[in-house]
C-alpha cells in the first residue's frame, strides 16, 4: 500500500516560494547546527555542560529536520507525492523519536541553567560530566521507547480507504483518520503522549525559569545579571516556539482541530525553531560568537597563506 502527501497542494501559485522558503531555512538550519557542534567540539573551553547540550541539541536538530524536510522539497516541486507503507511507518518513527528526545533534552537544559545560576556552589558536584552523559542518553532512550511504541501502535490498524494524507508528513493524527475501525485508544495514546513528554516537560521548564528570574533579580552585579538573563532568554525562545506549537496540535481539542493550521504549525516545530536555534545560540552568546570569530578568522589566515604559496 502507498499514501500520497496533500501537503500544500491547495497552494499551487505558492509552490515555488514555499520551495525557496524551506529550503533557505533547512540549509540556514544545518549549516548553523553544523558549524555550532564543530565549534563546540574544537574550544576545549567550551566543554562545559551548558555545551554539552547544546551539542545534543544540534545533531538534534539536524536528524530531526532532515527526517521530515528532504520529502517535503520533493512533494514541493514535483507530482511525486508518494510514500510507501513502510517509508512512512519509517518517517512517523524518526519523526516521533526526534521529537520527543528534544522535549527532554531541552527539560535537561533548563536543569542545566537552574543549578548553575540558583545553586552555583553545588553545580560542579551535582552536573558532572557522567550526569550530563546519563541525562542526555535517558532523553535519546524516551525518544526511542516512545518512537516505537506509538508507531507500532498507529500501523498496527488496518487501511483500507482514502490513501491521501492531509499533511506533509506522516504525522500521528492525519493517519488515524485514513485508519478502519475504532481509533479512540490510539488517540488517547496521544493525548497521554503529549501530556507526560510536552506539556510536563514544558512545566518543569517554566517552574526552572522562575526560580532562575528570582535568583537573578537578587544577583548584585549589573553585569551577571545582564548574562544570566542573555544566556537563558536564548533557551527560553527556542523552548516557548517548539512547545507552544506541539501543545496546540497534540493538545487541543477535537471539535477545533484543522489540519490546514496544523500544517502551518507543523512548519514552526519541524523547520522555524531548527533554524533558530543556531541563530539565537550564536548570536545571543558571547562565548560562541568569540569562538566562532576565531575560527573565521583562522580560516581567512590560511587562506591567504595558501594563495601566497
Known amino acids: 500500500m502507498r499514501f500520497i502527501f496533500v501537503g500544500f497542494s491547495r497552494l499551487v501559485e505558492l509552490q515555488a516560494l514555499l520551495f525557496a522558503m524551506v529550503l533557505s531555512m533547512y ?3 544545518l549549516t548553523g547546527n ?6 563546540i567540539k574544537a574550544n ?20 530531526y529536520t532532515t527526517s521530515i524536510v528532504p520529502k517535503m522539497l520533493v512533494s514541493l ?7 510507501s507503507l513502510w517509508g512512512c ?16 533534552l531541552l527539560a535537561a537544559m533548563a536543569y542545566d541553567r537552574y543549578m548553575a545560576i540558583c545553586n552555583p556552589l553545588r553545580y560542579t558536584l551535582v552536573m558532572r560530566k557522567g550526569a550530563c552523559a546519563q541525562l542526555a542518553i535517558a532523553s535519546w532512550t524516551v525518544g526511542m521507547l516512545v518512537g516505537l ?7 498496527s490498524l488496518t487501511y483500507c480507504g482514502p490513501n491521501r ?4 508528513f506522516c504525522d500521528i493524527p492525519p493517519l488515524l483518520k485514513l485508519a478502519c475501525g475504532d481509533t479512540s485508544m490510539n488517540v488517547l495514546a496521544v493525548y497521554l503522549v503529549a501530556f507526560l513528554f510536552i506539556t510536563s516537560p514544558f512545566t518543569l521548564i517554566l517552574a526552572s525559569y522562575l526560580f532562575i528570574i528570582a535568583s537573578v533579580l537578587r544577583m548584585p552585579s549589573a553585569e551577571g545579571k545582564r548574562k544570566a538573563f ?14 507552544g506549537s506541539g501543545i496546540i496540535t497534540y493538545l487541543r481539542p477535537k471539535s477545533s482541530y484543522s489540519m490546514e493550521s496544523d500544517k502551518l504549525l507543523a512548519l514552526f516545530y519541524t523547520v522555524v525553531t531548527s533554524m533558530l536555534n543556531p541563530i539565537v545560540y550564536s548570536l545571543r552568546n558571547k562565548e560562541v560568537k568569540e569562538a566562532l570569530r576565531r575560527a573565521l578568522n583562522g580560516m581567512t589566515s590560511l587562506s591567504n597563506l595558501l594563495t601566497t604559496i
Open 44 to 63: 576545549p573551553s567550551l566543554h562545559t555542560p551548558m555545551y554539552f547540550f547544546l551539542t545534543n541539541l544540534s545533531l538534534l536538530e539536524i536528524c
Open 165 to 168: 494524507i492531509n499533511h506533509f
Open 230 to 243: 542573555s544566556t537563558c532568554s536564548s533557551h527560553l525562545i527556542v523552548v516557548l516556539l517548539f512547545y
Open 89 to 104: 511507518a519509517t518517517q512517523m518513527y524518526f519523526f516521533t523519536l526526534f521529537g520527543i528526545t528534544e522535549c527532554c
Open 77 to 83: 516541486v514535483s507530482e511525486n507525492r508518494r510514500i
Open 34 to 39: 553544523v558549524l555550532i557542534t564543530a565549534v
Open 27 to 29: 540549509t540556514v538550519s
Open 149 to 155: 511504541s506509538q508507531t507500532s501502535y498507529v500501523f
